[in-house]
């Protein structure tokens, strides 16, 4: 069953056409990562998955909901597709639990004593239970991120959109942010991921995509993409990367 | 002619001056408190997606600061009565004026503050199936406001102040109470430093109360 379908979305920024014709489907249960150059688009392709970003045109369907139509409503879409971002976005005025159940309590109307319940299991389940009653400036990059990761599934969503993850972190605590995503990804969590980590695009995806220039130039598995990339933009970039 | 500076006089008119005081802390709170409100308003409809509110939000603070506040307030005291044939009482004249007069600069402050919060807080408030309301009440503007404090607390001095215009309408605030003792006793010097003192016990009590305010929040969070 497809979680994710893209039909021939454009999106440009003025007279700057930054996404030039995708096509994309993402089954559940996939994980996906998308990697390319900075300013390759991939970050904005996310974006408007759940309409953080507009779409100039065509069309994504999303859990089977046209994200466009008028008639959806946009925020409970954003509730199926959880988000994490490069740079964490945390609430800095709330602690590390009300963060992760402010979505809970406000969006789902969930009583307050189960959303704590269900806040200390997803803190339980990123490493964090103990963090609960912590600030978030009192926490490293890569337990902030965490964080964002048990906030992202506060509300049982389908699918988890992942905008460079690590990208902020310091290198010796990227890996304790890939081992909650790697975990998730075992127990059969839909995930997209934009991200520059090749070893867990290549140990964790079903499938990789190189978006570059504004469309997908590689869409395969793993295996092929690394070992035998078909497209040259792709050849040079892994060529530059590895 | 010999000037001697009458301590007596001075210390005596401080209690007179209570009466006085008391007009200038009610017009204060309640121009300041109805200039919170007008202003959150008027801030927020600036920052507003569609022309309208924009426009009405731009239209009002420009006609405000671009006016002197005596002027505003001649206007409405002794103008607009003439206009809609009703007359306001000067206490509720002032207390209109303050709050008309302090929303205007009040607006910017929130404007800016709520600007001045990373757009990324926003995008995770919406990630998370937040409206656009519950985002700008449970994230946005609780870490607005703080940036607000610091300049608030300059706008309410400056406020607390400005209330000392409202004697052209007759309200019988501080310096018109000032006003009244000199015509009695024509101690000028000691009955206006009196004045002047009572005015910096005031804003002295707000600069502090607002730093109380400040390290209260600041213990709460961190950021």
């Given at each position: 069953?497809?979680?994710?379908?893209?039909?021939?979305?454009?999106?440009?920024?003025?007279?700057?056409?930054?996404?030039?014709?995708?096509?994309?489907?993402?089954?559940?249960?996939?994980?996906?990562?998308?990697?390319?150059?900075?300013?390759?688009?991939?970050?904005?392709?996310?974006?408007?998955?759940?309409?953080?970003?507009?779409?100039?045109?065509?069309?994504?369907?999303?859990?089977?909901?046209?994200?466009?139509?008028?008639?959806?409503?946009?925020?409970?879409?954003?509730?199926?597709?959880?988000?994490?971002?490069?740079?964490?976005?945390?609430?800095?005025?709330?602690t590390?639990?009300?963060?992760?159940?402010?979505?809970?309590?406000?969006?789902?109307?969930?009583?307050?004593?189960?959303?704590?319940?269900?806040?200390?299991?997803?803190?339980?389940?990123?490493?964090?239970?103990?963090?609960?009653?912590?600030?978030?400036?009192?926490?490293?990059?890569?337990?902030?991120?965490?964080?964002?990761?048990?906030?992202?599934?506060?509300?049982k969503?389908?699918?988890?959109?992942?905008?460079?993850?690590?990208?902020?972190?310091?290198?010796?605590?990227?890996?304790?942010?890939?081992?909650?995503?790697?975990?998730?990804?075992?127990?059969?969590m839909?995930?997209?991921?934009?991200?520059?980590?090749?070893?867990?695009?290549?140990?964790?995806?079903?499938?990789?995509?190189?978006?570059?220039d504004?469309?997908?130039?590689?869409?395969?598995?793993?295996?092929?993409?690394?070992?035998?990339?078909?497209?040259?933009?792709?050849?040079?970039?892994?060529?530059?990367?590895? | 002619?010999?000037?001697?500076?009458d301590?007596s006089?001075?210390?005596?008119?401080?209690?007179?001056?209570?009466?006085?005081?008391?007009?200038?802390?009610?017009?204060?709170?309640g121009?300041?408190?109805?200039?919170?409100?007008?202003?959150?308003?008027?801030?927020?409809?600036?920052?507003?997606?569609?022309?309208?509110?924009?426009?009405?939000?731009?239209?009002?603070?420009?006609?405000?600061?671009?006016?002197?506040?005596?002027?505003?307030?001649?206007?409405?005291?002794?103008?607009?009565?003439?206009?809609?044939?009703?007359?306001?009482?000067?206490?509720?004249?002032?207390?209109?004026?303050?709050?008309?007069n302090?929303?205007?600069?009040?607006?910017?402050?929130?404007?800016?503050?709520?600007?001045?919060?990373?757009?990324?807080?926003?995008?995770?408030?919406?990630?998370?199936?937040?409206?656009?309301?519950?985002?700008?009440?449970?994230?946005?503007?609780?870490?607005?406001?703080?940036?607000m404090?610091?300049?608030?607390?300059?706008?309410?001095?400056?406020?607390?102040?400005?209330?000392?215009?409202?004697?052209?309408?007759?309200?019988?605030?501080?310096?018109?109470?000032?006003?009244?003792?000199?015509?009695?006793?024509?101690?000028?010097?000691?009955?206006?430093?009196?004045?002047?003192?009572?005015?910096?016990?005031?804003?002295?009590?707000?600069?502090?109360?607002?730093?109380?305010?400040e390290?209260?929040?600041?213990?709460?969070?961190?950021?």
């Open positions: 069953m497809e979680m994710i379908k893209i039909i021939n979305l454009h999106k440009s920024y003025g007279d700057l056409e930054v996404i030039k014709g995708i096509d994309l489907d993402i089954k559940s249960g996939e994980v996906v990562c998308i990697i390319g150059p900075s300013g390759s688009g991939k970050s904005t392709v996310l974006r408007c998955v759940n309409r953080l970003e507009t779409p100039t045109s065509g069309r994504i369907i999303v859990d089977g909901k046209d994200i466009m139509d008028p008639d959806t409503d946009i925020n409970h879409v954003r509730t199926e597709a959880g988000m994490v971002f490069q740079q964490f976005n945390l609430f800095p005025h709330m590390v639990l009300d963060n992760v159940t402010l979505g809970p309590v406000k969006v789902r109307k969930m009583p307050r004593s189960d959303a704590d319940k269900l806040g200390l299991a997803l803190l339980e389940k990123v490493g964090l239970a103990d963090k609960a009653r912590n600030y978030p400036e009192q926490l490293s990059g890569g337990q902030k991120q965490r964080v964002a990761i048990a906030r992202a599934l506060s509300l969503p389908k699918v988890i959109l992942f905008d460079e993850p690590t990208s902020a972190l310091d290198p010796e605590l990227v890996g304790e942010v890939l081992e909650v995503m790697r975990q998730l990804a075992s127990e059969g839909t995930m997209v991921v934009v991200t520059h980590e090749m070893g867990f695009a290549r140990d964790v995806a079903d499938r990789v995509i190189f978006i570059d504004g469309v997908v130039q590689e869409d395969s598995n793993p295996g092929d993409f690394f070992s035998n990339p078909k497209n040259p933009r792709l050849r040079d970039f892994l060529g530059k990367v590895a | 002619m010999e000037f001697h500076f301590w006089v001075f210390f005596e008119s401080i209690p007179m001056l209570m009466r006085g005081v008391k007009f200038t802390i009610v017009i204060t709170l121009g300041l408190s109805l200039g919170f409100f007008l202003g959150a308003l008027i801030g927020l409809m600036k920052l507003a997606r569609h022309a309208f509110p924009r426009t009405v939000a731009i239209t009002y603070i420009e006609a405000i600061r671009g006016t002197p506040m005596l002027v505003q307030a001649m206007f409405l005291y002794y103008g607009v009565p003439m206009a809609l044939g009703i007359r306001i009482p000067p206490l509720t004249a002032g207390i209109i004026i303050i709050a008309v302090s929303g205007a600069y009040i607006a910017e402050i929130v404007r800016g503050a709520v600007q001045s919060i990373d757009p990324g807080q926003t995008e995770a408030g919406r990630s998370i199936g937040l409206t656009r309301s519950q985002t700008m009440l449970y994230i946005v503007w609780p870490q607005a406001f703080k940036r404090i610091p300049p608030l607390g300059n706008q309410f001095i400056i406020s607390l102040k400005d209330t000392s215009l409202l004697m052209v309408i007759g309200v019988g605030e501080l310096l018109r109470t000032g006003q009244e003792i000199v015509a009695v006793n024509f101690k000028a010097f000691e009955v206006y430093l009196a004045v002047a003192v009572v005015y910096l016990a005031m804003t002295l009590s707000i600069a502090k109360g607002l730093r109380m305010v390290n209260h929040l600041d213990m709460k969070t961190t950021r």
